[in-house]
Structure formats: C-alpha cells, structure tokens
C-alpha cells in the first residue's frame, strides 16, 4: 500500500484486479472452447443459439441431416421447456424455408428442428410473392440467416388447380385466381416436356423462386455475390418423406 491510500482503497483495487483477471480467465476459456476469434465469440455469446451460426454449406448440411432423421423414423428428442425461454429475447434460425401451405408439408418435422432453428414462410404453390420476399430479405438482412431453400412438393394441389385453369380457359373462384397468376408461368414452361406435367412444373416453379430470390436486389443478391447466403431448392416426397434438391 502506496503513502497516502487507504486500507479501504486498497482492498477495494485489489479486489478489482481480481474480478477482471477472472473475467479475463473466464473469457480465454470461452475462445478456447469455441474456437474462434474474440469477436466470434462475443457475437456466439449474444445469440439465444449458438449453434446456429453456420456457414451455407454447414447449414445446408445439417438441413439434410435433419431430413434424413425424419425419413428414418428417428427424431431427435428436443426438451421445449429448456429451449422457449433461451428464445425470449430474440432468434438466429440457421435456414430459412420458403415452401407451400399444405398441411401434409412441415418443414419443422421434415428438417426435425427444434424451436428457433428454421424461419418458415408458407403459401400454396411456394411461390416469392412481395410479403413473402420481405420476409426472407428481414431473414438474411438482420437473422443473418444463412441459408434459403425454397421446397416445393409432390401432389401439389395449387400446381394442379393452374393445370386445370389454364386447360380449361377458365379461371377458379375468388382469390384462388391469383395463386394460377403467380404459378402459370412455370406451367406453360412444363408444357410439352416429357413425364408428368405436375412433376415438371412443380420442379420449375421451385427453380424459378430460387433464381427470383437469388436476384432479388437490393439485399438477397448482394448476400448471394458476398458469400453469405446460399439459395437452393428441393422438392418434398410425401410418400417417403425425402427431400431432393433439384436446383
């Protein structure tokens, strides 16, 4: 103790000194365990999942992984009661999924994923639509989600009801119409091709959703060109329960 401090001021510093060399012990672990820089760690540290932050690569991965759990019959076992109050304050989901509203089509049970794992939009015919685009650029541009698939699926009655539309010259009731609008265009480029027509539209509207949200601007193509952001599709079996990326 330094001529002029105090019993009180000296403890006080020492005590100090000790807190911050626990911190800083406490914090070297922390990187060590993860691996990573500081600054890695310290955004790990404030996301409610850490690992969620993936690579696109990583999390397309892991999707798959998911799929071939559910298609095996061996789920997971996720505690619900652990995971809801982590997620409270936020969410980091690792993959966004925009796909149809048929109610045999769930993309939290095909990825098995837990809570706060998957940012889900649905609409019949899984098509990029001005509400659903907005969705996936708030996705990408402040979930720093990194990775989109947009899943289409067998059986698809929307693809189907523009099939009938579009043969008959005749369009359905109410606002059913606007679901042929947005679906028709990759009816009419199924036309003539080989196999079945609702496989092959079904298939081409997925790769006509990937491409419009692949270059979609200002922010899902600047996140495509930077690398941070993958955007795929896939076409759902209901029978099996496997998922195909076709695109």
Known sequence: MHAGQSPNMYRSSKFALSRRSLLLVAGSTVFMRLGNTPADAKEANCQPKPENLLAPDAALKRLLKGNDRYVQGAPRSDDFRRERPVL???????????????????????????LGDLFVCRV?????NDDTLASMEYAVSVLSTPLILVLGHDHCGAIDATIRSLHQDKP?????????????PAVKASLGKAGNIVAEATRQNVIDNVNKLKSTG????????????KVVGGVYQIDTGKVDIVC
């Open 172 to 184: 359905p009731p109410g606002h059913i119409s606007s679901l042929v609008t947005a679906l028709a």
């Open 124 to 128: 019949a015919g899984n098509f990029a």
């Open 218 to 229: 200002p922010l899902l193509n600047a996140a495509v060109e930077q690398n941070r952001l």
């Open 88 to 114: 409270v304050e936020g969410q980091n989901p690792y993959a966004a999924v925009l796909t149809c509203a048929d109610s045999r089509v769930a993309p939290e049970l095909i990825f098995d994923s837990g």
